[in-house]
């Protein structure tokens, strides 16, 4: 039996014209790991909360069809009751998050149910380690980063083992070793536990390899159901945005798409196509005489803890757009807020040149009206692509993760009296669609001021920066150009890179195939 099945469900939130589901009809098997694409705003999430129950009982509005979750009809069970059959990880953790510290949060599901406090303990213990968190567990939980609360939040859906899970970007703010570690954790989970998964996820390039099934929505409706490889050729053909930078590199080149490094690299070695080659050299970055800001042995040190920040020294020019890397807990978020003034370093100094805005992780926090248009001016909302006035109409916490992500930058970047220096965003690309990453990173190369970005995503640094800085421990250990940086290791890699090892400095689908299509003609 289908642990999950939607049969011909519409739905429409309360006061919306348009439907956000429309005559979805779909079936999920136990053990089987579903990836679900689509654009922001094409009814993802909103699909998953019909599939946990929040829509119709929660959200309200007008709901039709039928949504079975482990034999249970949503329309006669609420999410409570759902809750013990599907585990759910939504796009904010911030807001899922309500124990004060993460043994406490982790062990809440399974007190609820009534568990022994052995069995309590034993299963706080195993998610823990399966996550990588257990250095986290008497932490509290408003001292951790966004991965690492995003992995709490995770341990607090899964330790229960439910039939069914289902995750809103799981690795959005995830670095890339922990988000390709927390997806194999779910292939996992359902080819050992016969855990029915569902996952929506715009860096599809993470998850297809392990995927069994990929779903893409437009416009509220589902468009393709296949294997991961029959859909990869669709989107090149059909959907050019959803397809990853692997299949974009075979598809230019001629050949069939493929989901996955290793299968890429195949791919192109049965054409005879593969060329690896050393990252190259390392090279100075040649920056704007004017600085931006400066830091000057600048530490952030705990009281009783460790040192967020280890003696950085670094400047930014004017203008010069730089992308901020490294795992979980490394610094970005404390040095992002060192840099807007938010923190003062306990040694060391920082020199700024004006004005510095900050856009923080969570986006929610920036949203306090009731319509878009009371948020922002309607230069800022155009700006970032918000300018229709039928959106400029809408409540802001009814928008897409990526919709509201750029409704708070316009709200940032909003202060005609002072211009900024330096903008500085922290993982801005979370829950945005590649057409609305490549249109953030457009804007950020049209604004005057110097752009500082935190981002675990280095194909959204390949396309917007001229400079990446790597930081490990709380200090930078490398610095240099996106063709030095994002070739040079395994994990902080664009997938072209990864695929050519490095060859040629190539870090997009294009250069790949400019690189590989010289070669050719070369060795012809």
């Not at 029959?230 to 230019?252: I, Q, V």
């Not at 918000?386 to 940032?412: M, N, T, W, Y």
């Not at 220096?421 to 110097?450: F, N, Q, S």
């Not at 150009?481 to 994990?491: C, F, H, R």
């Amino acid at each position: 039996m289908s642990v999950l099945v939607l049969d011909r469900v519409t739905y429409t939130y309360p006061g919306a014209s348009t439907p956000a589901l429309v005559d979805v009809s779909l079936e999920v098997a136990p053990g089987e790991l579903v990836v679900l694409a689509g654009g922001s705003g094409s009814g993802k999430s909103t699909l998953l909360r019909a599939a946990n129950g929040l829509v119709p009982h929660f959200h309200g509005g007008v709901f039709a069809g039928r949504a079975i979750v482990a034999g249970m009809d949503t329309r006669e069970h609420g999410p409570g009751e759902l809750a013990a059959a599907a585990g759910t990880l939504f796009q904010d953790p911030e807001t899922q998050v309500v124990m004060g510290t993460v043994r406490a949060e982790l062990a809440l599901p399974l007190e609820n149910r009534g568990e022994a406090a052995p069995a309590v303990a034993r299963g706080v213990e195993e998610v823990a380690l399966a996550l990588g968190i257990a250095n986290l567990l008497d932490r509290p939980t408003d001292e951790l980063s966004g991965g690492e609360l995003q992995r709490v939040a995770l341990g607090a859906a899964l330790v229960g083992r439910p039939q069914l899970i289902l995750l809103d970007e799981p690795t959005s703010q995830l670095d890339p070793v922990a988000g390709d570690e927390l997806i194999a954790l779910l292939r996992r989970l359902s080819e050992d536990f016969d855990t029915a998964i569902v996952l929506a996820e715009h860096r599809l390039e993470r998850c297809l390899p392990f995927a069994d099934r990929a779903i893409a929505m437009r416009g509220g409706s589902v468009v393709c159901d296949a294997s991961p490889t029959d859909f990869l050729a669709w989107a090149c053909a059909e959907a050019h945005e959803l397809a990853t930078p692997g299949a974009r590199l075979l598809f230019g080149l001629g050949a069939a798409p493929a989901a996955g490094v290793k299968a890429a690299r195949s791919a192109l070695r049965s054409r005879g196509l593969l060329i690896t080659g050393p990252a190259p050299p390392a090279s100075e970055v040649r920056r704007s005489g004017r600085e931006a800001i400066r830091f000057d042995r600048v530490w952030h040190e705990l009281d009783r803890g460790p040192a967020i920040l280890r003696g950085v020294s670094l400047s930014i020019g004017a203008g010069e757009r730089v992308a901020l890397m490294g795992r979980n807990g490394a610094g970005k978020s404390t040095l992002l807020r060192h840099t807007a003034g938010l923190m003062r370093p306990t040694r060391g100094k920082i020199e700024r040149a004006g004005r510095v805005a900050l856009l923080l992780q969570n986006p929610t926090d920036y949203l306090v009206h009731d319509r878009v248009q009371q948020e922002a001016s309607a230069g800022a909302l155009t700006t970032v692509g918000l300018g229709d006035r039928a959106f400029r109409e809408r409540h802001p916490r009814e928008l897409s993760g990526g919709e509201k992500q750029r409704l708070a930058l316009a709200i940032v970047l909003d202060d005609p009296q002072r211009e900024a220096v330096l903008v500085c965003l922290d993982e801005p690309t979370r829950g945005m669609d590649r057409r609305r990453k490549d249109e953030l990173a457009a804007l950020l190369c049209e604004l005057d001021a110097a752009v500082l970005v935190a981002t675990h995503d280095p194909e959204f640094a390949a396309t917007f920066a001229q400079r990446v800085i790597l930081l490990a421990d709380g200090a930078p250990i490398a610095d240099g150009s996106p063709s030095e940086v994002l070739t040079g290791g395994t994990y902080f890699a664009t997938e072209t890179a990864r695929i050519l090892g490095g060859a040629g400095g190539a870090l997009r689908p294009e250069d790949g195939v400019a690189l590989l299509t010289a070669v050719s003609k070369v060795e012809a």
